[in-house]
């Protein structure tokens, strides 16, 4: 979507135009549909003239002909991807440090972006998941509210905030299923494609974890155990799949099996570069192979990339796992 010689990562109103002509061909044709649609009120070349300026103004606010624009054909294809990218838990964004990606959600967080739902929803999201990664809930859920005013006609979305409502709940009321879940399962039958995999996984884990924490070990097991497992899968959900099982067969006193599950969990999201899902995993390993040399190392690695990415969660995780408290 870049104009020739542009950073794509800088969103500007010429970037954003550019997207627009590279979709319906030239300016001009983009000026004609705007025309038609508002009854051809103005016509072409002054609708044209007028987009031409808007390309100056950089990240400015985008007035009236900004808000046509976006009214008319909200972000081009790319930009839309960029921000979903940015506010799905269980993309690689996550794997990026966290002052680094607060950089990027502030860089991304002007117009022409921030002038449209879309930019605003997904915005959102991806602060909540850093006020998580950074420890700071009640951020998250400031942030949270916010995404829930803008998430009513994208069903990914509505998973992404019912998950991360779920999430906070579960620090308060941890055997508890959250109510924030209860209309997941039907708007995960309307996505397809690796994000449903991978929102699908997330759920299960959601729903998993008041389950063990209620006792209820068998059924979160058999919950894991149905997801899909094949080589199509996202590795994301494999590995969420994996360490799921890997819980299980811990709290049954199986080890062997726990270990192996906990190495794969491991491997899937090293062959992803999901680094921070391997963190997660290689404390599970920490857990089921307490007092082992494999348990030291899989802890020296897990805490090597909570530091890398400066990330505070992940980095309590490790200090509850050398105490071996872990949740």
Same mark, same amino acid.
């Given at each position: 979507?870049?104009?020739r010689?542009q950073?794509s990562g800088?969103?500007?109103?010429a970037?954003?135009?550019?997207?627009?002509v590279?979709?319906?061909?030239?300016?001009?044709?983009?000026?004609?549909?705007?025309?038609?649609?508002?009854?051809?009120?103005?016509?072409?070349?002054?609708?044209?003239?007028?987009?031409?300026?808007?390309?100056?103004?950089?990240?400015?606010?985008?007035?009236?002909w900004?808000?046509?624009?976006?009214?008319?054909?909200?972000l081009?294809a790319s930009?839309?991807?960029?921000?979903?990218?940015?506010?799905?838990?269980?993309?690689?964004?996550?794997?990026?440090?966290?002052?680094?990606?607060?950089?990027?959600?502030?860089?991304?967080?002007?117009?022409?972006?921030?002038?449209?739902?879309?930019?605003?929803?997904?915005?959102?999201?991806?602060?909540?998941?850093l006020?998580?990664?950074?420890?700071?809930?009640?951020?998250?859920?400031?942030?949270?509210q916010?995404?829930?005013?803008?998430?009513?006609?994208?069903?990914?979305a509505q998973?992404?905030?019912?998950?991360?409502?779920s999430?906070l709940?579960?620090?308060?009321?941890?055997t508890?299923?959250?109510?924030?879940?209860?209309?997941v399962?039907?708007?995960?039958?309307?996505?397809?494609g690796?994000?449903?995999?991978?929102l699908?996984?997330?759920?299960?884990?959601?729903?998993?974890h008041?389950?063990?924490?209620a006792?209820?070990?068998?059924?979160?097991?058999?919950?894991?155990a149905a997801?899909?497992?094949d080589?199509?899968?996202?590795?994301?959900?494999?590995?969420r799949r #994996?360490?799921? &099982? %890997?819980? $299980? =067969?811990?709290r049954?006193?199986?080890? /062997?099996? *726990?270990?192996?599950?906990? @190495?794969?969990?491991?491997?899937?999201?090293?062959?992803?570069?999901?680094?921070?899902?391997?963190?997660?995993?290689?404390?599970?390993?920490?857990?089921?192979?307490?007092?082992?040399?494999?348990? #030291?190392?899989? &802890? %020296?690695? $897990? =805490?090597?990339i909570?530091q890398?990415? /400066?990330? *505070?969660?992940?980095?309590? @995780?490790?200090?509850?796992?050398?105490?071996?408290?872990?949740?």
């Amino acid at each position: 979507m870049a104009a020739r010689g542009q950073n794509s990562g800088q969103p500007t109103w010429a970037v954003y135009l550019d997207g627009l002509v590279e979709e319906h061909g030239s300016l001009a044709a983009v000026s004609e549909r705007m025309a038609a649609l508002h009854g051809w009120r103005e016509d072409v070349d002054s609708i044209t003239r007028a987009l031409r300026r808007l390309r100056q103004r950089g990240s400015l606010p985008g007035g009236k002909w900004g808000d046509r624009l976006l009214r008319t054909f909200g972000l081009p294809a790319s930009v839309d991807a960029r921000l979903r990218f940015m506010g799905s838990y269980h993309s690689r964004f996550v794997d990026l440090p966290v002052p680094l990606c607060t950089d990027l959600v502030q860089l991304w967080d002007r117009p022409p972006t921030s002038e449209s739902r879309a930019g605003r929803l997904w915005l959102s999201l991806a602060r909540a998941t850093l006020a998580l990664r950074a420890r700071q809930p009640d951020e998250a859920a400031t942030h949270l509210q916010t995404a829930k005013l803008l998430a009513a006609d994208d069903p990914a979305a509505q998973v992404e905030l019912a998950l991360g409502e779920s999430l906070l709940d579960s620090r308060t009321r941890p055997t508890a299923v959250s109510s924030a879940l209860a209309h997941v399962p039907e708007l995960l039958h309307s996505l397809t494609g690796p994000d449903a995999d991978c929102l699908r996984a997330r759920y299960v884990g959601q729903v998993s974890h008041a389950l063990n924490h209620a006792g209820d070990i068998d059924r979160a097991e058999a919950l894991h155990a149905a997801l899909p497992d094949d080589p199509g899968t996202h590795p994301f959900a494999r590995s969420r799949r #994996a360490n799921g &099982l %890997a819980y $299980a =067969r811990f709290r049954h006193g199986d080890m /062997a099996a *726990a270990l192996e599950h906990a @190495r794969l969990a491991a491997r899937h999201a090293g062959d992803a570069g999901h680094v921070r899902l391997r963190a997660m995993a290689l404390l599970m390993v920490v857990r089921v192979a307490a007092g082992t040399p494999e348990a #030291a190392d899989a &802890l %020296a690695r $897990a =805490r090597a990339i909570g530091q890398a990415l /400066a990330d *505070a969660t992940l980095l309590s @995780r490790c200090d509850a796992a050398s105490r071996g408290r872990m949740p």
